[in-house]
């Protein structure tokens, strides 16, 4: 989405190239959009499909829907018809209800996740590419870190705290920070003895301002697609957790929670589990597309090799 | 050779004893008392007691790390607070399911993968590379435990061709073992597939552009003798190294689906001990899983020479 932005405004004809270009615009950018829709397919599905979830999320209340929690005994177990777009579960909650307002569990654990682990991978990489030491003593622990499966230590994490969201999503955080911080530390490494940065150094940069000005510009591109796969990877984890019985509280619906009540129903109410269990699978594989298309975009060496 | 191997050994050392500290760590920052979380909110004060107790809370923090790590190099994990049986007992006893799931995963997932990568790559731009590349993005993104239960939609409650729960051994017979692990071996396996056909096929495309390629074809090899003798042998390392840490996935995989399809394996003993908020049992599994995965990408470094001579320690 911010690359099309940013085609469009250098694409843009100058306001003092007349009328003719003015009259040709729309056809023009037209064009341009077209061509970049067909180049770029998976972006803009995947930008397209996330947009669609991103809105659901924020008009839940305008939906059609109910409150969520909203009890009702006399009707409980009814299958999906026009008063119960999805039917209702065991307590007589109204699934559709759940489920959309479940899309607001879900992505923000995503995008906190992906923002949070992001910063902390950012200093903790650049701190150890650039201090032996640090490097030696916080690649070690990272090393650690990352032969426990992510989502064991979220369990870990989970089961000695009390339930919340926060909670959830510092525990899903911690799995992830190590391989931001691998990512970052592999790109400073590789610059750190490369001229330029010899030379900002050799004439008095301070190493806060190297960091910032010469550093932190290059890990961008591979962050911003590292995020977006660590965003869909949190989703996963979120919603397997809350299955278990180990991430957010029940009275919070989100698609992993409205799964967890379904389980001992399936045989007789499948669209308990089945509804969410489609949106959450819809909304990873619109991230992921956002992922491999941003992937493409920003490094035409690796989108050849994947 | 034998120099690199030893080294190599030796490099798991510190990174097993930061999951050790990691795992110790655990109970002693988190905010509150332990015990008292431990208990749960119906606990009285003797209960809290007991479980101090069990876990040796009363002592200075050292000797409570230096005990535990003691103990844990006999094989000692601690004592289960809710069953009071031995942390490695309950593991033992849980050990065969998953282990068996784990294995046939990964054989189903190698054996369809790699066909489908080198498939894939010989044939870049077709419809069968993007057939591959729709499923390989799809696996990553439709969860575990959804597959499951489409998978148990129709093969168990349309059809009821499939047993939707338990573990047989095989003790009892080939059908009965094998009709139990199919949904789950095929659940598990989406992922894990989607990992390694999009690494074989990424593998692939980079030899198969190499000038040694075309000498191969050039000399009158057919087509197949080059991908699977030349190309697919030199691309075996990425590959052989992605499945490791595929690894990770495969155990996240297995707990989810031990408790989808309620096999009592340490996945289903995993959650378990979350609901009863066992720490010593929550403490070894992890253990013991970290420990698997760290010894398979042990193997797999050390396998790396067999695949490529030129890689020499």
New interface residues.
């Given amino acids: 989405m911010e690359l099309g932005r940013l085609g469009d405004e250098i694409g843009a004809p100058l306001p003092a190239a007349g009328d003719r270009a003015l009259a040709a615009a729309p056809a023009a950018r037209q064009r341009r959009a077209w061509r970049y829709i067909r180049r770029h397919p998976t972006i803009v599905i995947g930008a397209a499909l996330l947009g669609l979830m991103l809105l659901m999320a924020v008009l839940a209340p305008y939906l059609g829907t109910v409150d969520p929690q909203a009890i009702s005994p006399v009707d409980r177990l009814e299958w999906p018809s026009l008063q119960h777009w999805f039917g209702t579960d065991m307590l007589g909650r109204d699934v559709y209800s759940r489920t959309v307002y479940g899309a607001r569990v879900s992505l923000t654990v995503g995008l906190m996740v992906a923002l949070l682990s992001t910063g902390l991978g950012l200093a903790i990489g650049l701190a150890t590419g650039f201090s032996r030491w640090a490097d030696a003593i916080l690649m ?2 990272m ?3 990352m ?7 979220a ?7 009390r339930a919340s969201l926060q909670n959830v999503i510092f525990a899903i955080t911690v799995g992830e920070v190590p391989r931001v911080t691998r990512l970052v530390r592999g790109v400073v490494l590789g610059l750190r003895d490369l001229p330029f940065v010899e030379a900002a150094r050799a004439s008095g940069t301070s190493l806060p301002r190297i960091l910032w000005r010469h550093i932190l510009p290059n890990t961008v591109p591979l962050l911003l697609v590292q995020g977006t796969y660590t965003a ?1 990877s949190a989703m ?1 984890v979120e ?2 957790l809350s ?4 991430g957010t509280p029940p009275n919070i619906p989100s698609w992993g929670n409205i ?1 967890a009540e379904g ?1 001992a129903l ?2 007789i109410a ?1 669209y308990i ?2 509804f969410p ?2 949106f ?2 819809v909304t ?2 619109a991230v ?2 956002l992922g ?1 298309g941003l992937r493409d975009a920003l490094d035409p060496r690796l989108a ?3 | 050779m034998f120099a690199y191997i030893v080294r190599r050994i030796l490099a798991t050392v ?6 050790a ?3 110790f760590a ?2 002693h920052l ?2 509150g008392d ?1 015990a008292a ?1 431990i208990a749960g909110d119906t606990a009285t004060v003797a209960d809290i007691a007991r479980i101090h107790r069990a876990l040796g809370l009363d002592e200075p923090l050292y000797l409570q790390f230096g005990g535990w790590v003691w103990h844990l190099l006999h094989g000692d994990l601690g004592m289960s607070i809710f069953t009071n049986l031995p942390v490695s007992t309950l593991i033992m006893q849980r050990v065969e399911p998953t282990v068996t799931l784990a294995v046939s995963t990964i054989f189903v997932s190698v054996l369809t993968a790699i066909p489908m990568g080198v498939l894939a790559a010989s044939k870049a731009g077709s419809w069968i590379d993007r057939a591959v590349m729709i499923f390989s ?2 696996g ?4 575990v ?2 597959i499951a ?2 998978l ?2 129709i093969f ?2 349309r059809t009821d061709l499939l047993p ?1 729960q338990g573990f047989v051994g095989i003790a009892r017979g080939w059908w009965p073992f094998l009709s139990h692990l199919i949904m789950p071996t095929v659940a598990l396996s989406m992922v894990f597939t989607a990992l390694i056909a ?1 690494m074989t096929r ?1 593998s692939m ?2 030899v198969l552009a190499q000038d040694y390629i075309r000498t191969a074809k050039a000399k009158g090899l057919s087509s197949d003798q080059v991908l699977i003798g030349h190309a697919l042998k030199n691309a075996a390392v990425p590959i052989v190294t992605v499945i490791g840490i595929g690894i ?2 495969l ?2 995989g297995v ?2 689906t031990e ?2 399809f309620a096999i009592p394996g340490l996945g289903r003993l ?2 378990d ?3 009863r ?1 066992d ?1 010593p049992l ?2 070894g ?2 253990l013991v ?2 420990a698997a ?2 010894l398979v ?1 042990l193997l797999i470094d050390l396998s790396y020479t067999f695949f490529d001579p030129r890689i020499r320690y």
């Fill in positions: 070690r622990v090393d650690g870190l032969s426990i499966p992510p989502v064991l230590i369990i870990a994490l989970m089961a000695l705290t869909a996963i919603a397997i299955f278990l019985g180990a799964m389980r399936f045989e499948y589990v089945l269990g489609a959450l699978s990873v594989l992921n597309l491999d050849r090799r994947m | 510190p990174v097993m004893a930061v999951v500290l990691f795992v655990l109970l988190s905010p332990p979380i993005v799809l990553f993104s439709v969860p435990f959804v239960y489409v148990i939609y168990a409650v939707v999009r990424a495309l980079e990770a996935l155990i996240t707990v989810v408790t989808v995993t959650v001990a979350i609901l908020r720490y929550i403490q599994i992890i899983f970290s995965y760290v990408n």
